[in-house]
């Protein structure tokens, strides 16, 4: 198994902070020089102001006595739709009803900028207990991670956890990290619930950090240190009385009441992560350790290892070059493994976000001898298709890709054998494509 754990503790120390802050800039009670003297008093390191549709910038913060804090521009985009926090933002968003639109937006400032993630806001919150649902959270990309615990709904309708959403969205392999944040407006709103990093304390460290998942979620739980070895998993914490060690669905696999815990991980684990709980409601959620196959088995005659371009401002297929696919194919991508609902697939999704434009992926064929063969595609956008430069096909996409929906005819050599695909996003719809060659 590949066991991607977020954990280094290279250099740098725990630093404490809270990425979800309201202040009289919109509907908070309390001045942003008040607050950051409320969250100094407590031992906070590093705070991100979010107030509703406000951007704060470092040049407001300059304003302010930072009283020694890290002090991370950000803003809650809550007008029209679901509540987003971006952080370490670089610029204003217009708060399109398109949730979508926002993160592709965020997206947009973090390739141009290198700064700037987005977390969607107390997914239980309402009555309904459904503030953002996870058919919304399964089919959104370009998210960091969602809070899973919020200090604020407690006192208002919903549930301040959302820890059932996140191990849904693991078991159905959508990285995510957890989030815990005050969402502070008011007195009793402080230091509820946090997020401790492990960086240097300057700013790029510890959003750096964070994007890693090198950090953990607290309510009153200290965890001291955790480690991998081999195929086990040891955690260790101040004070914890129980700690679980949790897997695919929200499954215990180990409990032990004490302050910390030593486990192997399961062989059929997608995700590993611990839950602590001390004196009432006293809690630490580590981030998911995720596990893969060490070896994926792909279905044997699809095309397995791609290049894959960035999204292109491109008007049509009309425009597209196999020459210009091989120069701006660089990201690499493999196609779907077996045993999996899209076995073959080369999922582009990712990289779309849903938006329109033409991505070029690029991949090679080797064949024994010069022969005839067959190229067998399935796509959801229009396509345009080369081998060895010269192109073989060229055709609208339909909705969903179905495997071998049109074979071609073409000649291959001896040797390595170059398959570029223009692939048109269909609008933002496309999710990429199914391709096979074999002998004819």
């Known amino acids: 198994m590949i066991v991607k754990f977020p954990y280094k503790f290279e250099k740098g120390n725990w630093l404490k902070g809270n990425f979800h802050i309201h202040t009289t800039r919109s509907d ?9 003297n409320k969250y100094f008093e407590l031992g906070y390191d590093f705070l991100s102001f979010s107030d509703h549709d406000v951007l704060i910038t470092e040049k407001d913060y300059k304003l302010l006595d930072n009283k020694g804090l890290i002090l991370i521009p950000g803003v809650e985009i809550s007008a029209s739709g679901v509540h987003l926090l971006y952080i370490d933002a670089a610029e204003e968003i217009y708060p399109d009803s398109s949730r979508q639109k926002v993160l592709n937006d965020i997206q947009a400032i973090f390739n141009k900028t290198g700064k700037g993630f987005a977390i969607i806001n107390h997914p239980d919150w309402q009555n309904e207990f459904n503030h953002c649902s996870i058919e919304q959270m399964m089919e959104w990309t370009g998210y960091l991670g ?75 739980i200290v965890i001291k240190h955790i480690d991998y070895d081999g195929n086990k998993i040891y955690l260790e914490t ?19 009441y004490g302050n910390s815990i030593n486990v192997e991980i399961p062989q059929d684990a997608k995700y590993v992560r611990f839950e602590c709980w001390g004196d009432a409601e006293e809690m630490a959620w580590t981030q998911p350790i995720i596990i893969e196959e060490k070896e994926m088995q792909y279905e044997f005659d699809y095309v397995q290892n791609w290049l894959v ?27 779907q493994p077996s045993k999996t609902v899209l076995a073959g697939f080369v999922d582009i999704r990712e990289i779309s976000n849903s938006q329109k434009g033409i991505i070029y992926l690029v991949a090679d064929a080797r064949f024994e001898s010069d022969s005839k063969a067959i190229l067998s595609l399935g796509y959801d956008g ?27 005819f073409t000649n291959v050599k001896k040797g390595n054998n170059r398959i570029v695909v223009a692939l048109d996003t269909n609008g933002g719809k496309a999710w990429g494509i199914f391709c096979r060659i074999k002998d004819g």
Do not use: M
């Not at 101040?238 to 032990?256: D, S, T, Y």
């Not at 371009?309 to 425009?319: K, R, V, W």
């Not at 080369?386 to 049109?406: H, L, S």
């Open 28 to 36: 908070g009670v309390f001045s942003p020089q008040d607050v950051i």
């Open 146 to 220: 969602i809070e899973i615990y919020n200090g604020v709904i407690g006192r208002l309708d919903g549930n301040q956890y959302a820890i059932n959403k996140w191990d849904i969205l693991l078991s159905k392999e959508k990285k995510v990290w957890g989030f815990a944040n005050d969402d502070s407006h008011r007195p009793g709103d402080y230091g509820l619930g946090w997020n401790v990093v492990f960086a240097e304390k300057y700013p790029e460290s510890i959003i750096d950090a964070v994007r890693k998942g090198n950090f953990y979620c607290s309510t009153g």
């Open 238 to 256: 101040e004070n914890a009385k129980k700690i679980a060690a949790i897997q695919n669905a929200g499954r215990r696999f180990k409990v032990v």
């Open 309 to 335: 371009s960035e999204l292109l401002d491109i008007s049509s297929l009309d425009h597209t070059s196999p020459e210009e696919g091989s120069k701006l194919a660089k990201r690499k991508i493999l196609c």
């Open 382 to 408: 229009p396509v345009r298709v080369w081998v060895n430069e010269k192109e073989v096909f060229y055709g609208p996409g339909t909705n969903p890709a179905i495997r071998d929906q049109t074979k071609v």
